[in-house]
């Protein structure tokens, strides 16, 4: 029987986190994700009267989403990060050349409390294994979210993306195969399970505000990198990101620090730096840092002033 009674948003609504959470993991992109739950919620609505009452609402509501990222990443490039695009830069200077927003993983704010979120592993928000799902087929990929990450029953899963148990069976297999001999050189720089002490932040801060070239290269590992999306240029080793850091000491002196979250609730810094009036600093980039032997091991450098926004970061500070 077609189910003839209004669409339920408040259902939608308890729904919502979760599916942010499912299309950044397919996505590499919180804004893109955040388009696609809208577009889910449209179709949903639109298309109520065909939804059965025998059927589970959830798995019907995550069909759409489904639908909705694999669509679109049969017309998108692979999103990556620089450490897995390029060999680090032989030669050090002001980086000019940028790849669009849409080459790049993001990092993400919390998706919202949902009881769900108690479920869903923390370590499958790494930056790391976004950049590494994006290395699966678009159905492999909603595949493995859904049972590794969401651990969803196969029978939910092929019920979801309208394929049989046993296909569903089949794709996660050949997943987990892709991701086992993957070798990517974010995931060999990520200890992530480890975030940083936060007296390593405290110095890493310091050091930098004060633009102390020698006091911020003694923090990072001796093979330790910095990476810059937009920019495709990364940098690996003290004396090369000492040499970077005094190439644009003009852009970064004077810069300022607010402490964040991103990926599920891991502690990141939001750069600001000197704008044209000389009593306010305005966003730069989101620095994730990594660690390795409580030193820094890889700072990604996400430069995109949208990110503050949607972090729930102020769009100006004063000195």
Not at 131 to 153: C, G, H, M, N, S
Not at 242 to 270: D, M, Q
Request: aromatic fraction near 12%; glycine fraction near 4%.
């Amino acid at each position: 029987m077609m189910n003839a009674t209004a669409f339920d948003s408040e259902l939608f609504e308890s729904y919502k986190p979760g599916l942010t959470s499912f299309c950044y993991r397919m996505l590499g992109s919180f804004d893109d994700a955040d388009d696609a739950v809208q577009e889910t919620y449209i179709r949903a609505w639109q298309s109520w009267s065909s939804f059965r009452e025998d059927s589970s609402f959830k798995t019907w509501v995550y069909r759409i989403a489904s639908n909705l990222c694999i669509d679109k990443l049969r017309q998108a490039k692979r999103r990556t990060l620089p450490v897995d695009l390029n060999d680090p830069a032989a030669a050090i200077i002001a980086p000019t050349e940028t790849l669009p927003d849409s080459a790049w993983v993001w990092p993400a704010p919390d998706f919202g409390h949902n009881p769900e979120d108690v479920l869903v592993r923390k370590d499958t928000l790494q930056l790391c294994f976004i950049a590494l799902l994006q290395t699966l087929p678009p159905r492999q990929r909603a595949v493995l979210i859904l049972k590794d990450v969401f651990e969803w029953t196969s029978k939910q899963i092929a019920e979801s993306l309208g394929m049989s148990p046993a296909a569903a069976n089949s794709a996660l297999q050949r997943a987990r195969e892709t991701l086992e001999r993957t070798q990517l050189r974010s995931d060999e720089f990520s200890k992530m399970e480890t975030k940083p002490d936060p007296d390593l932040l405290s110095r890493y801060v310091e050091a930098f505000e004060r633009f102390d070239i020698n006091a911020l290269v003694a923090l990072f590992h001796e093979e330790g990198c910095m990476s810059m999306p937009p920019f495709p240029m990364w940098i690996r080793g003290q004396e090369d990101l000492a040499k970077f850091y005094e190439i644009t000491r003009w852009h970064c002196v004077g810069s300022k620090f607010l402490p964040v979250t991103v990926n599920g609730g891991y502690p990141a810094l939001a750069q600001y730096m000197p704008s044209k009036e000389s009593s306010v600093l305005v966003p730069w980039g989101i620095h994730v840092i990594e660690v390795k032997d409580n030193r820094v091991f890889h700072v990604q450098n996400f430069i995109n002033a949208k990110l503050f926004a949607r972090l729930g970061l102020p769009e100006q500070i004063h000195r």
